[in-house]
Structures are given as structure tokens and as C-alpha cells.
């Protein structure tokens, strides 16, 4: 079992009551909002159902440092910087990526931290359709190259 990096591409206008409710128990109800969560069964049913309004992808520790360092928040106004990151008991970004990657933690369970990332849209625009599935050319469903897309929204 691993983590998935799970990304809103539509916010929740004119999304089915049922889509919408999983967007909230994800944290994810804005556009352009991202969080880990545990690749499961249960997790990834939840994904399908939203598959016409996300995306996801498994990842590595260092795009976790990455949005860790430069997107995570402990409340509304104030970044996790190295002041706050060493209260929460870590010397760097990457230790903390670690642990939530090798599944010690969860990124919901480090006090404070807020459980989304809030991301801007990407550096030179979407090159496929944000309407369509990853099969189908486009960006949404299970995407193996939402990493590189992630890179350009941090």
C-alpha cells in the first residue's frame, strides 16, 4: 500500500451531490487543491466516482518536500517554515516527507498542518484537455504524469 497525490481540476459547481459530498471528506473542494491519501480500496472506489473532476497519482518523497516546503500551511495566513517546522519536531522538509511517505504518519495527523495543499494553475498552461481521462488524452483519472504537472503548479 502506498499514498496517492489526489488533485481537484474543477471545484465543485454543478458537481452530483454524492461527487461533491467526497470532494469535502477529501478536503479537495476547491479548484486547484491537492492532498495525499492512502491507496486503498475503499479510497480509490471514492476516486472513481469522482474520476470526471480529479486526478490522482502515486509520488515521490521529494515532490512531497517540494509542496511541503513551498504550500503547506499551519493556519490561514501563516507557511509551515523551518520556525514551525521545527516545533512540529523535524530538522528539514524531507524528514517529514519521509515519514508520510513510508506511511509512519499522516499528513491530517501532524498538529497544525492543514491536510490540503493549495496550488496555482500550472506554468505554461494545460497541454492536454482538463475534460478529459488520462486514456483519453487528457489530464483527469488516474494520470501517471501528474507529477510533472504538480512540478509546474507549485
Known amino acids: 500500500m502506498g499514498l496517492l497525490l489526489v488533485v481537484n ?3 465543485t459547481i454543478n458537481v452530483p451531490h454524492a461527487a461533491r459530498k467526497a470532494l469535502v471528506e477529501l478536503h ?3 479548484k486547484f487543491s491537492a492532498t495525499v491519501v ?3 480500496g475503499q479510497t480509490v472506489g471514492i476516486l472513481k ?3 470526471d473532476y480529479l486526478a490522482w497519482s502515486p509520488f515521490e518523497a521529494e515532490l512531497l518536500a517540494a509542496l511541503l516546503k513551498s504550500r503547506a ?3 490561514e495566513t501563516k507557511r509551515l517554515d523551518e ?3 521545527k516545533t512540529l519536531g523535524f530538522k528539514k522538509y524531507e524528514d517529514l516527507a519521509t515519514k508520510i511517505v513510508k506511511d509512519e504518519m499522516k499528513l491530517s495527523s501532524v498538529e497544525g498542518l492543514r491536510p490540503f495543499f493549495k496550488l496555482a ?3 505554461g498552461g494545460f497541454k492536454q484537455s482538463t475534460r478529459r481521462q488520462s486514456q483519453e488524452r487528457g489530464v483527469l483519472g488516474a494520470n501517471p504524469k501528474l507529477s510533472e504537472i504538480i512540478k509546474r503548479m507549485i
Open 28 to 30: 479537495i473542494e476547491r
Open 121 to 123: 494553475p500550472p506554468r
Open 49 to 51: 466516482l469522482c474520476k
Open 9 to 11: 481540476f474543477h471545484g
Open 38 to 40: 492512502k491507496d486503498d
Open 83 to 85: 520556525k514551525a517546522l
Open 73 to 75: 500551511k499551519v493556519s
